[in-house]
Nanobody
Framework: QVQLVESGGGLVQPGGSLRLSCTAS????????MGWYRQAPGKQRELVAR???????NYADSVKGRFTISRDNAKNTVYMQMNSLKPEDTAVYYC?????????WGQGTQVTVSS
């Protein structure tokens, strides 16, 4: 079993920034995939950004140029820097990690973008 602990959500004004962190209880050095999804009220959960094997990154089109995912293998942590936040970025953000064919999720952290 792998635990994922998220932090960094909160309330921010449009145009502001936040940084999310997700720390795994197991090494992420050879992880298959790790990153962030989000779910807004009444909508399906969607991929925001993630690393996949070979250190490739995927971003949702809606966040390209504004969000940046990074990792610190020594700390088993993935970060997501979110800049130029918009009200439509408001959602619960979930960390996801894939070890082999096993999928793990964090508890979610709320991000609210509002004036």
């Amino acid at each position: 079993q792998v635990q994922l602990v998220e932090s960094g959500g909160g309330l921010v004004q449009p145009g502001g920034s936040l940084r999310l962190s997700c720390t795994a209880s197991r090494s992420i050095f050879t992880i298959y995939a790790m990153g962030w999804y989000r779910q807004a009220p009444g909508k399906q959960r969607e991929l925001v950004a993630r690393f996949t094997s070979g250190d490739r990154t995927n971003y949702a089109d809606s966040v390209k140029g504004r969000f940046t995912i990074s990792r610190d293998n020594a700390k088993n942590t993935v970060y997501m820097q979110m800049n130029s936040l918009k009200p439509e970025d408001t959602a619960v953000y979930y960390c996801n990690a894939v070890y082999g064919d096993l999928d793990y999720w964090g508890q979610g952290t709320q991000v609210t973008v509002s004036s």
